[in-house]
DNA sequence: CAGAAATATGTACATAAGCGAATATACTCA
DNA sequence: TGAGTATATTCGCTTATGTACATATTTCTG
């Protein structure tokens, strides 16, 4: 299906690029927890203003936080706490994974020098 | 916690990026109706085999599919089903941003031209 | 063992992406 | 309106990533 590819390069350009940087991972865990306006989550991550503002900008362009101005701070909300729900799966097979890499040194180190 | 910020950096390295191509995500989603090797997939996708060589071996470092070779050909698995539950899960927070900026082009037309 | 088939890799190149530093814009209040 | 605070953007640079093409490697077969 060509409507297949199409649906998946929105979703990678939309959704998956979003999350193709730890920073921004960082950042939609932080707000997970409560809306940060751009000084609070910088101090709050101990990254420069500028580089918040570019990730955040990223992000909300995907849709996947949604910024209110509140007179001179300018808060942002998780948009979708699906996003979440998908991070916690991927790091249930990251979890799997290093599982399974340990299992296979600790059967390779049993193989080690017979 | 810096903990979290180690663990989302793995988290990122790991599995996140290697959902940073759309090619990549598409080869999950076809691995997940049954294994296909190199040559099947690169037909399948209409991609050239090196490329297909490629981007498989980035998903199976990063342990999101598995290979086994029979004979001269390498079948490749998918690992984890739960990916493609948090890609799912991402495809519905894309139709949810979908529909919210559609709704907004709605009001927006609206008003248009008062 | 030679040749074919399947897969992986090397190289070169183009492009995308992130960052630091500086600067611009928006908003508030005296 | 002008200073001060908060946020966004621009510029220059560096690094990372994907691709095409050619080639190497592995495995099977005769």
Redesign the interface.
């Known amino acids: 299906m060509t409507t ?2 199409a ?11 979003g ?4 920073n921004r ?2 950042m939609l ?1 932080t707000l997970k927890e409560r809306p940060y306006n751009v000084t609070e989550l910088s101090s709050a991550l101990d990254l420069p203003q500028p580089t918040v503002s570019r990730h955040l900008k990223i992000l909300r362009e ?3 936080v949604i910024s209110k101005r509140e007179g001179q701070a300018v808060y942002y909300f998780l ?2 706490a ?2 979440i ?3 916690d ?6 979890a ?3 599982q ?2 340990g299992a296979l040194a600790q059967s390779a180190q049993d193989n080690e020098s017979p």
């Open positions: 297949l590819r649906e998946i390069n929105q979703l990678h350009a939309q959704v998956c690029s999350l193709a940087d730890p991972i960082l865990y995907r849709g996947m948009s979708d699906r996003v729900e998908a991070l799966l991927l790091r249930a097979v990251l799997s994974s290093l399974s890499q």
